[in-house]
């Protein structure tokens, strides 16, 4: 399959400023989170992409799978669904729209919206340099208040039973950082972000959204979470067969670790005394 290129490009040294962060975006921060070298495998490909050049991986040869990445989850509390449609006010407006996702659903009339005159001024993605981040929200909103928040829409349904069962915790990292691209574009810290699960089926009724807390401990993880994977000079494989399964890498062909995964040897399938999961 065709690599896609990326929609958040590094940013331009200039000669004479300080050395540029690793540009990173939400979708490396939701892959190293799943597993570093799948990020370094996009990171790597991109790359080649870009500068036509062939590059290849950090990750040195032979290095050894982790069980879990280094990243712990984000301090975001149990963040509740809400059913039904967006909770989109009279006086709310939209200040930003990615134009690059024809598929995204008209949350306001045209005269509530101000995304065209954004993008007549500015580039479609959102750049972060102080954090070295940038990227794209679906949506952009601005409360009555001033507050501004994103929204980002996955055309799924909601689950009640998330995020643990259905992987939506990465939805909420993906959100944090869209947060912070808010906070470093409009200059209002956002004291929230959104996950907006569009599916219309069944009369909108699994529609739904959640609400990811952002600011204070959430807004701290994740300027950690940065500087960890900066740090990291291996990025090492994850395989786990949840990670494996959906990863792209993994789909073209492109890692060694892919066919290794972790197992979790419940005891009560076994008849033994519980054991940590082993490698094989
Ligand atoms: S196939 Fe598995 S181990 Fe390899 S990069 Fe993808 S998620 Fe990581």
Redesign the pocket.
Known sequence: MPLVPPKAEPFPVVPGNAPVLEHLSPHDLVTYF??P??ME?HRSQHLSWRTGASLSPRTPPGTA?LPHSPLFPPPVGDPRPVHGRLDVGLQDTLLYQDPDEPGLPFLFPPERSHAHAFLHERSPTLEDRAWGLSGRPDYVIRRPDGHCFPVEYKDTHLFEDYPRHHGRLFDFLQVLAECRLVEATWGVVPVSGMVYYGDTAGGGEREGWVEIPYGGAPRAWLQAALKVIRADLVRA???QEG??TH?E??RDGL?G??RARFEDVHPSHRGEAPRARRFY
């Open positions: 799943r597993c070298h799948e495998l799978p494989p994850v395989p990670n494996c990863c890498p993994n890692c670790y892919a």
